[in-house]
């Protein structure tokens, strides 16, 4: 199923703050192949370069919303916009700079967990809005990247929980 029209305004967040997406309005249930459309649909600013000229309909569509979306809540409102402007690197360490400053100020506990954190996703929501479709992520391989993500920001905080753990065996050995 493409949903065809991925926006903030069509993320919608339950009671426990977990997305779920809503407006089905526009979408399509189409295999895998991609397909030429004499329709529009979608939200101008979410829409990928193959669909603005070409009308070109593929399973990138909506990974390409996807990254529009990451990049704004990441870099803020315009930050879709001033990632066009320099280069992915720049933007990279542009966003992970302010990440981090905002981080510090609110003296936020396992910083450099939560700077990881940023900088992966702002990496693969660059990745996203690709202009070459056929280089953007799968969505298997966005998931595999955000519970990689995850799994590498919780591993610090298990190690401090877990008695036993060499990281603890360390630590205590040196204050002894």
């Not at 649909?41 to 979306?69: A, C, R």
């Not at 919780?154 to 929980?161: G, I, R, V, Y």
Request: proline share 5%; glycine share 6%.
């Amino acid at each position: 199923m493409f949903h065809l029209d991925l926006k903030p305004a069509n993320v919608l967040l339950d009671e426990n703050c977990v997305p779920k997406i809503g407006d089905f309005g526009l979408s399509r249930l189409i295999d895998e192949r991609t397909r030429i459309t004499t329709s529009s649909v979608g939200t101008i600013g979410y829409l990928p370069p193959e669909y603005i000229n070409h009308h070109v309909i593929s399973n990138k569509l909506d990974i390409f919303s996807l990254g529009v979306i990451i990049i704004k809540i990441m870099a803020g409102p315009m930050g879709y916009s001033k990632s066009a402007e320099i280069s992915f690197q720049q933007f990279i360490e542009l966003v992970h700079r302010n990440w981090r400053n905002r981080l510090q100020a609110a003296s936020v506990n396992a910083l450099e967990s939560y700077c990881i954190q940023v900088k992966r996703c702002i990496e693969m929501a660059l990745t996203c809005v690709e202009v070459d479709r056929h280089k953007r992520p799968t969505i298997g391989n966005i998931l595999n990247k955000l519970n990689e993500t995850e799994t590498a920001s919780q591993f610090p905080d298990a190690l401090l929980k877990d008695p036993g753990s060499t990281k603890n065996q360390i630590l205590y050995s040196e204050k002894n």
